[in-house]
Each structure stands twice: as C-alpha cells, then as structure tokens.
C-alpha cells in the first residue's frame, strides 16, 4: 500500500481532485443526512477506492445507502468501527461528529494517515473567496441572509462576483459535488459549527471573511466547559490567512461579549481588517421591508449587511430584496393562525439562550412547548424569562423536570408535562385563546425523541395543520 505524506506541507502541495485517485479511503460517519453521501460521491467519482464505516446499520443508513447506489464499488462496514481499518486506510474523512481525540483518529494518526473532513477538503480545493459564519444562535438565518442579499447584489454596478453559493452546516447543498461548478469569481457562503471549525484547523485552512454571530453555552455534553466551546470557535478567527495585500476580514457582535473581545484582540492584526455589527446597524426604511420578528432576526440582518456591503451590496438593494427573504424552516417559522391562535415552529432553538431570543420575539401572551434531550447547559435564565413572559409552559423529554425547576413556582406560568409532542400540541390547543402565541422552541437538541431537529419540527408543523383539520 502506497504511504501517503508525512507533513501538512506535501498534503498541501499535491491536494486536488487527482490527490485522490487510487488511495484507500475510509468514510467515518455516514448519517443519514447528506454529509457522507457528499462525501462518499466525491470519493467515488475523483477515482478513489471508499469503504464507508459507521457505528449504526444497514437499516438506519437505508436512505444514505441508497443514494450511493450508482457506486456499487464502495464498501461498507456497519453497525461497528474496526481500529485496522483506520490504521490501512491511506485517508481517513471522519464526520464533524466525531471527536477530534476519538480512539479511532488517533490511532490513524499515529500510523501518519492523512485524517481530513468534507469542509477541510472543500477549504483546501474551492477556487472562490469563502465567507464562514458561526456562533451559538442566529448563524442559519444569518449565513442564508448573506447569500440573499449577496444574489441580489450580482450584476450590480459595485458588485464583481458571477454567483454565490451556500452550504456548510445549514444543510442547504452538498459541499463537495458541486466543486467543478465553482468558479474563482463566485463566492461561497457557509455556516460552520464548531465541530466543522475543529476539522479545518487540522488543515489550517479557515475562510478569508470570518462572521461570529454571539457566543452562549452550548454543547457541553462534548466540550465540557463554556470556555473549551469558545476556544473552538475562536480557531476560525486565530488561524485566518493574515496577508496585507489581501486582507483576512474579521467581523464581530458589539452586543456580544465575546465578539467585543475578540474584535479588541485582533483589531490591531497586520493582514486583517476587524468590523464591528450591531442591531442599531439596520436603518427604519430596511426596518420596515424586513417580515422576521425580533430584535435577534435584527441583529442577523445586521450581521448580513456587515458581510455584503464590502463586497459591492449597496443600502437600496439591500432594501429592495430584504422584504423577499422568509424565515428559514425551523427558525421562528410561522406556520399558521388557527381560531385567532398563531402557531411559531423554532425547533432549530436547541439552547435556552435561543429560546430566550425566540421569547423575546413576542409581544401577545405565549404558550411555550419545551425540552428535549440534556446537553447538561443550565436553564436557570430561561426559567426567569419563561416566568416573566409565558402564561403555559408546556414540557417535554429528558430535560422537563429540570426547566420546570428553572421555572419554579411562579403564580403566572401554569406548568404542564407532556409525554409526547403530539400530547403537548394538544395541550396547547385547549389553553390558546385567540390572541396567543404557540411557540415550539425546545431550548434543547432532540435525540432523546427524535432522530434531529428537523423531524421534531417536521412532525409539529403536521400536528399543527391536524389542528385546523
């Protein structure tokens, strides 16, 4: 078996799609939703022999299998992971999933495997300038607000891009097949976690415009302490490409504690330009064309703006394609108004703090479904807001017992439990009075009942229209 480069600097130097032909490559995470197939066509097609490994079965992974049915050369190893494969393997590609010390990667690592990802293998072939959006809350809305306003601003007399694209973590479009479509003159807007963050600095490769929406605790059952999250995040801003001639941007939240901090650090960086974003950034006349609610959705639109106006997208496009742009599913997506009752999906608020933001969004009385799997983040302030602002907490999952105990025993918020989703809608119909709010924004992930987010919002919107049935 042909041994691949010891150092980052021959990775780098032979890396394009031909780097690939021939070599052992081991897919770690299929899922079920898009990311390994991504990459496992990418594999396929640039000549690579794949074996595909995941910890769960044929049976869950049908739909990802059957959309690589057109390579019936790749192999498969479910339902376990075996270190020897990791070990012969030449490349191995893991899911943003899975831990950078898993016992697996390490072990490749030590035989001197080249161990990547699908976003460091995009950052390391993709022709165009790439703008990485990330954050705790708002970095969905924000990352597909960019490539609207940006869409709007092509052709334009400022403007001198040919296309845009969007992908990343917001799920839109594969990244990796759509790389022969990408030209040097387009640019490419991605959202990326800080899972995804993590596997670029094993390439040192981050995005030359780097957007930080706001920092609030989030995936702690990985990083343990708020602290070790931040640092993961931070790398998209430590490791940009710093060069005089081109300039390495770097944008941040003024109403963010974080992104006032970092913006104070690298402000005085040679090779870099540092821009600041606030809610306050949004003018009245753009105010009034803009449809989602909140002083959060704001902000997004702020933080957008600070991305575009660079790049040739003036205030008049801006305010002539905001009022075209929908709230993204999942994200305070207004669903329907039944009897006088307005029904909000927010599944994607899978952290108090976004469910405080979401809260926020409302003036009339709201009835609030909750709860969902325990990431161990305290629902201590999203007690006092549920307190202050809810008339029915309605709870579910794991963490029910935890935030009712954040609520406490306030004499305005009746408190229910539910033990499905389907009990919680029905919950909410006999207490909603015309003018009320029914708001799914769970504050937690969704894998103690549901496969993701996107099930759980897909089945509230479905029990939703059995309402108006």
Avoid at 200 to 205: F, S, W
Avoid at 424 to 442: E, H, N, T, W, Y
Wanted: a positive charge.
């Amino acid at each position: 078996m042909e041994r691949i480069a010891d150092t980052k600097f021959e990775i780098k130097k032979k890396m394009d799609k031909g780097f690939f032909r021939d070599k052992e490559v081991l897919v770690m995470g299929l899922g079920r939703f898009g990311g390994g197939v991504d990459v496992a066509k990418f594999l396929a097609k640039a000549g690579a022999k794949v074996t595909v490994t995941d910890l769960a079965g044929a049976r869950q992974l049908a739909d990802s299998i059957e959309q690589l049915k057109e390579f019936p050369e790749i192999k498969y190893k479910l339902g376990y992971h075996e270190e020897k494969d990791f070990t012969e393997a030449q490349i191995i590609v893991g899911n943003p999933a899975v831990a950078p010390d898993n016992k697996f990667l390490k072990a490749a690592r030590k035989k001197k495997r080249l161990v990547t990802s699908q976003v460091g293998i995009f950052l390391e072939l993709c022709p165009a300038k790439i703008i990485g959006i990330t954050g705790a809350n708002g970095k969905s809305t924000t990352t597909a607000l960019t490539a609207h306003l940006l869409r709007a601003g092509l052709g334009k007399k400022n403007c001198k891009y040919t296309n845009v694209w969007l992908s990343g973590n917001i799920g839109n479009e594969p990244l990796l097949i759509t790389l022969d479509e990408i030209k040097p003159s387009d640019l490419v807007v991605l959202e990326l976690s800080s899972f995804q963050i993590e596997q670029l600095a094993e390439t040192r490769r981050m995005p030359a415009i780097a957007l930080l929406t706001n920092l609030t605790p989030n995936h702690l059952d990985r990083y343990k302490t708020f602290e070790k999250y931040c640092a993961a995040k931070e790398l998209m801003f430590s490791m940009q490409k710093l060069d005089q001639a081109k300039p390495a941007v770097s944008i941040f939240n003024a109403e963010d504690g974080f992104g006032c901090k970092w913006f104070e650090k690298y402000c005085k960086d040679a090779g870099r330009i540092c821009i600041k974003f606030s809610a306050d950034d949004v003018s009245l006349e753009i105010r009034k064309q803009y449809a989602l609610p909140g002083k959060a959705n704001l902000s997004n639109l702020a933080a957008a703006m600070a991305v575009v106006k660079p790049l040739g997208v003036d205030e008049k496009t801006i305010k002539d394609c905001v009022g075209n742009f929908k709230a993204l599913a999942h994200r305070l997506e207004f669903l329907a108004q039944v009897d006088g009752v307005r029904y909000y999906n927010d599944s994607k608020a899978t952290t108090p703090d976004s469910t405080i933001m979401a809260l926020e969004s409302f003036d009339g009385p709201e009835i609030l479904i909750a709860g969902g799997f325990d990431k161990g983040i305290s629902f201590k302030e999203l007690g006092v807001k549920i307190a202050q602002r809810v008339k029915t907490a309605i709870l579910i999952g794991q963490t029910a017992g935890k935030i009712a105990e954040a609520i406490g025993t306030s004499g305005k918020v009746k408190t229910k439990f539910a033990r499905s989703l389907a009990e919680a809608v029905q919950l909410a119909k006999l207490k909603a009075i015309r003018g009320d709010v029914v708001l799914l924004s769970p504050a937690c992930a969704s894998y103690d009942m549901f496969d993701n987010f996107e099930q759980r919002g897909a089945e509230f919107c479905r029990l939703v229209r059995m309402t108006k049935s």
